[in-house]
């Protein structure tokens, strides 16, 4: 009973119903925190559900997909839980002010392919900058977000994760050095998907990199590099990414 006066207060304080707070709680403490540090969670994931105007069921969901996926976010790690949860909360509400999408655009956004992203290299920033500048030309976050998770995967020679989603693997190589002079050739040789010899750079990296220089390609290549990184049915969506890439930075450092 004590417990209950106590959360019944703290709902009115944050103008929330009790049973929200509670629910956030529960889906806390399902991730392993006890009931101090799922309480604190569930105050800051009612903040947000304030602040971004959003449902508790996706405020709660949102954010610990996106901090379960980042487990380190600008100076914060691992250590420090409640602080990077508020900076997800933070970095979708600032960026959902000034950009051509939502909080809620957002939040679906990272939903959705934080995790293959965050595989693919790329960290919370450089995921809500791709987001963000495939929504100003696309406006639709779930389909933008599906051709992100979908490019991470394919540029990386994923060809049993895409099957599994049921995605389209025609064309996909598992041999990730084969992809490599695939994009390269498509680029007019200007673009090499590797930072070194061992490592494939960021989603968020290649997209600029590509981008750079997508003007100057030919029809021919441009369809073709498009079916190669995206299929055909997102090509839309990955076509809007790279005439959008000029965003990019400066949607990251607005996030940072």
Known sequence: ?????????????????TESLISSMEAWSKIGFDLDMSEQLAQVTAIFEKTAEISNEKATSTLISAAQAFTEIDDLGVDDYVERVEAVGNKINAIGNKYA????????????????????????????????ATNKIYQSPEEGANMLK?????????????QEMGEDAEGVSADITKIQQQIYELTGNKVNIFEDEDT??????????????????????????????????????????????EELEKIKNDSM
Not at 150 to 162: E, F, P, T, Y
């Open 1 to 17: 009973s004590g417990l209950l006066t106590k959360w019944n207060r703290l709902a009115q304080n944050l103008a929330v119903t």
């Open 101 to 132: 999408i939502d909080s809620e655009g957002i939040a679906d956004g990272l939903q959705n392919a934080s995790a293959a992203l965050k595989v693919a290299g790329n960290d919370l920033n450089e995921t809500i900058s791709l987001i963000t």
């Open 200 to 245: 494939l750079k960021s989603t968020y990296r290649i997209i600029i990199e590509i981008g750079e220089v997508f003007d100057s390609l030919n029809d021919r290549q441009q369809a073709d590099l498009l079916e190669k990184m995206f299929v055909k049915q997102r090509s839309g969506a990955g076509s809007a990414l790279l005439l959008n890439y």
């Open 150 to 162: 979908v490019a991470s995967m394919r540029l990386r020679g994923q060809v049993d994760a895409l």
